[in-house]
């Protein structure tokens, strides 16, 4: 029987199922559409996004999926594909990946993760580990009370009831399951005009003469919007403006007639492989959490996409909240350890709501890395994305010793502080120090150092004497990791009685 129902099979609903699956919780995952999107939607996958999938093991899978690039001009503008002012060559040499995050992370994804491709690996594996997902299947009324959630379900199988301990409504920006419980939001809303997302397949690499760019905006009037690449290749999305028109209005032959105004070549072949409309939106959920149930992904924070923030904020809240749900239905935690998801995690979604923000109103300062770029950046309250996606702290109840707030605007501090994401380095047999961190509570020291060994965490003794020192930790110490890898306690052995009771609200 399932443990847990996750309402919403998309990329946040997939994780939740696979991360408590990876914890040993069953879920049921329903998604009313028929079957996986095919559209790629976001693209770029956060290197602490990546951490998560390293622990779940679908790192290999997920790399094997990636679209590996070469050569990027970052965002350009032209009339038309064929007008942009592109070199007749490519670059002598391709551009590396971005390999920055090793520095603070033991995981880089070489290219690019369209949100379709990740989907097939997560359903794939949360399905092996024992999570049930079923499209076709819609929400029709839940109900909870203090031992569980009763849900209704319309699917291909009829009407039917479920019972489970816990519901996660990763059901999109307008989440029935939040708007059925009540939960206001905060925030602009709807975004700009409403837009579609044209997927088609065309062979652009005559115009892109070998050049690889994140996205070209389009300025001729007859067809205005932005190129983005999939695969840079093959697979393109085409954004433009759906205006007072429904979808309808947009059949295939009037869609592949605006791409081949876009591009500039009138006889063009086009492969129109699906259309959505959509709307940059910007929210807030006032509360998380409604008794026994949590609100993840875009039901809890729609994030505008320039930066990246809102796939990979929607994923990290299943990390989050799948540890938490597991040590709870197992007895090894307290139920208050569930009051720390929203106070932990609403911050964070915050946070990227607003730097989302920030950056929609001048993009320049997201894409440019010049000394006068940063000076805009620091004068526009804009942090660098690396801290958005890694460099945030928590302060609950879940961590002794917080201190909350964002220590730099310009760099990731990771110093063994409690409430930040334990410290990376590359240890002798090829791991990393993030990697030692598994599905309990685990206690990190050197060695000679002397610590209580009990069932409720493991122990792991890191002969770095560097990585020691920037953990705070060479003088005999420990900190104290949770299964997310961020740090919960630091300390020495006679401050650690009842720290584990305390961490875990029991």
């Not at 602009?188 to 997302?197: E, S, V």
């Not at 540890?323 to 964070?348: I, M």
């Not at 705070?472 to 401050?495: C, K, M, S, T």
């Amino acid at each position: 029987m399932s443990r847990v129902l996750v309402a919403g099979g998309g990329t946040v609903g997939l994780s939740t199922a696979l991360f408590l699956a990876c914890h040993g919780v069953p879920a049921l995952v329903v998604e009313r559409a028929d079957g996986p999107s095919a559209h790629p939607r976001a693209t770029g996958l956060g290197f602490r996004t990546l951490e998560f999938f390293r622990q779940a093991g679908i790192a290999d899978a997920v790399e094997a999926v990636a679209v590996r690039r070469t050569a990027t001009l970052g965002k350009i503008s032209a009339p038309t594909l064929v007008a942009a002012d592109l070199p007749d060559t490519p670059p002598a040499t391709p551009n590396s990946p971005n390999l920055a995050a090793s520095r603070h992370s033991p995981s880089v994804l070489r290219g690019t993760c369209p949100q379709d491709r990740l989907d097939s690996v997560l359903l794939t594996a949360a399905r092996e580990r024992g999570a049930t997902v079923e499209y076709a299947t819609t929400l029709v009324s839940v109900e909870q009370d203090d031992t569980g959630v009763t849900a209704v379900l319309d699917g291909p199988g009829g009407r039917r009831t479920e019972r489970v301990d816990y519901l996660v409504a990763a059901d999109g920006g307008r989440s029935e399951v939040r708007s059925a419980l009540g939960i206001g939001t905060t925030g602009p809303g709807a975004l700009g005009q409403p837009l579609l997302n044209i997927l088609f397949r065309a062979d652009l690499t005559p115009y892109t003469k070998g050049h690889h760019f994140a996205n070209c905006t389009i300025t001729t009037p007859d067809a205005p919007g932005m190129l983005v690449t999939v695969d840079a290749e093959k697979d393109w999305i085409f954004h433009t403006e759906l205006g007072d028109e429904p979808v309808e209005a947009f059949p295939p032959a009037r869609c592949a007639a605006l791409i081949r105004t876009a591009v500039g070549v009138p006889d063009l072949p086009v492969e129109v492989l699906s259309v959505l409309p959509w709307r940059v939106r910007g929210l807030l959920a006032d509360r998380f959490r409604a008794g026994r149930v949590f609100l993840a992904g875009d039901a809890a924070h729609a994030v505008p996409p320039l930066g990246a923030f809102g796939a990979n904020t929607g994923i990290a809240d299943a990390h989050n909240l799948a540890w938490k749900l597991a040590a709870v239905l197992d007895g090894t935690a307290g139920p208050a350890l569930l009051d720390t998801y929203e106070a932990e995690r609403r911050p964070v979604a915050a946070l990227a709501l607003d730097q989302a923000l920030r950056r929609l109103k001048d993009p320049r300062l997201h894409w440019e890395q010049s000394p006068e770029a940063a000076a805009a950046r620091a004068a526009a309250g804009v942090v660098n994305a690396p801290i958005v996606h890694l460099g945030y702290r928590y302060d609950s109840a879940a961590v002794l010793g917080a201190r909350p707030g964002l220590p730099s605007t310009e760099d990731v501090v990771l110093d063994g502080t409690p409430g930040s994401r334990v410290p990376h380095a590359w240890l002798a047999d090829g791991l990393s120090t993030v990697d030692l961190i598994g599905r309990r509570l685990t206690l990190l020291t050197g060695p000679g150092h002397h610590w209580p060994r009990t069932g409720d965490f493991d122990v792991h003794v890191v002969e770095d004497e560097d990585w020691l020192r920037a953990t705070g930790i060479a003088d005999g110490g420990a900190v104290l990791v949770r299964p997310d890898h961020f740090i919960a306690w630091r300390g020495q052995p006679a401050e650690f009685a009842g720290v584990v009771a305390r961490v875990l609200a029991r």
